[in-house]
């Protein structure tokens, strides 16, 4: 059982930037992760995933150039590094691992994931 806690979500303006944590419970070394997020009346999707070393790592075309996805393994800790916010990226962001299989390459599905943070709220607003 892992446990994940995002933080670092809030109210920033347009253009400006948030680092977004994720703890865990426990060791991420060997497990693919991701971050996904769902705006209101939308579906969860992903933004960003990496394996486990992040090696691989995949970003939406519309956070590509953005958004950067790190990990430090040593502190069972993952990032989102989001600058030049917009509006549209405003939802709740939860962070994801998958324990179940193999880390080696990233997945960027929302069913291949076994463990979820609560998410936290990001609002890119004037």
């Known amino acids: 059982q892992v446990q994940l806690v995002e933080s670092g979500g809030g109210l920033v303006q347009p253009g400006g930037s948030l680092r977004l944590s994720c703890a865990a419970s426990?060791?991420?070394?060997?497990?693919?992760i991701g971050w996904f997020r769902q705006a209101p009346g939308k579906e969860r999707a992903g933004i960003s995933c990496g394996s486990d070393s992040n090696s691989f790592t995949w970003y939406a075309d519309s956070v590509k150039g953005r958004f950067t996805i790190s990990r430090d393994n040593a502190k069972n800790t993952v990032y989102l590094q989001m600058n030049s916010l917009k509006p549209e990226d405003t939802a709740v962001y939860y962070c994801a691992t998958r324990t179940s299989n193999s880390g080696s390459y990233y997945v960027t599905q929302v069913a291949e994931y076994d463990y979820w943070g609560q998410g936290t709220q990001v609002t890119v607003s004037s």
């Open positions: 426990g060791t991420l070394d060997p497990y693919a």
